[in-house]
């Protein structure tokens, strides 16, 4: 009698043992998963801005840069999306491609020393400007005279009712291409980092709408 009850308080203990490790584990276990979970699922703080001096020398400074990007272009006569890439060589030197999301070339751009050309539909045309030239061949088109500027949040020195925000950033202002069309641009966000480069912009005129979210900067 006295074994077979020793026996039994033994299997309890046991069991009452085991029980505990295994809940031991099984919190040890939950809360593993649930800060890996945290580590996920966290998003980094945005860096604060640099000061708007700082900031306005270091865009400046940006002679030479690539950005990758979505677009989206609306006239009253036609609607184009596609990507676009830019690599800006010099400060007024540039190649830029327009493609569809198919990856085929709907046009591309070079300016240099020797002037403007396009490449639209496999022709090649040249100019002393490269938006007269796109508004002689699509019947749209942008400021481009300026767009090594803008697209890194600078206004250029015919930019007219710049805004800024608390940070010194550049929110919007308006500007006149060579073709005599006015322009709105607005900054609708920036990337999180020190340098605050342009993220989301929106170009109106009276009669085209250019929308652009830019996905990298290199």
């Known amino acids: 009698m006295y074994e077979k009850a020793l026996t039994k308080k033994s299997t309890v203990m046991d069991f009452s043992m085991a029980y505990r490790c295994y809940r031991t584990l099984f919190v040890v276990a939950l809360a593993l ?34 950005i990758q990007a979505s677009v989206s272009i609306k006239t009253a006569a036609d609607a184009i999306s596609g990507n676009l890439h830019w690599q800006q060589l010099q400060p007024e030197y ?61 206004p250029s020195n015919n930019s007219q009712h710049i805004n800024v925000d608390e940070f010194g950033r550049v929110t919007s202002f308006s500007l006149t291409d060579s073709t005599g069309i006015i322009w709105q641009l607005e900054y609708q966000s920036f990337f999180s980092d020190s340098l605050s480069l342009p993220k989301r912009l929106l170009l109106s005129s009276e009669s085209t709408k250019i929308k652009l979210v830019i996905r990298s900067w290199q």
């Open 33 to 66: 998963w649930l800060t890996g979970c945290s580590t996920l699922n966290s998003k980094p703080l945005p860096e604060q801005p640099l000061a708007a001096s700082a900031r306005q020398q270091q865009l400046q400074a940006m002679q030479q840069f690539t």
């Open 94 to 154: 540039y190649n830029a491609r327009l493609s569809n999301f198919l990856g085929i070339s709907l046009f591309e751009l070079q300016q240099d020393a020797t002037g403007s050309q396009i490449q639209l539909r496999g022709e090649t045309y040249y100019g002393v400007d490269t938006s007269s030239l796109l508004w002689q061949l699509s019947g749209w088109s942008m400021p481009l005279a300026d767009m090594p500027l803008w697209l890194r949040g600078l």
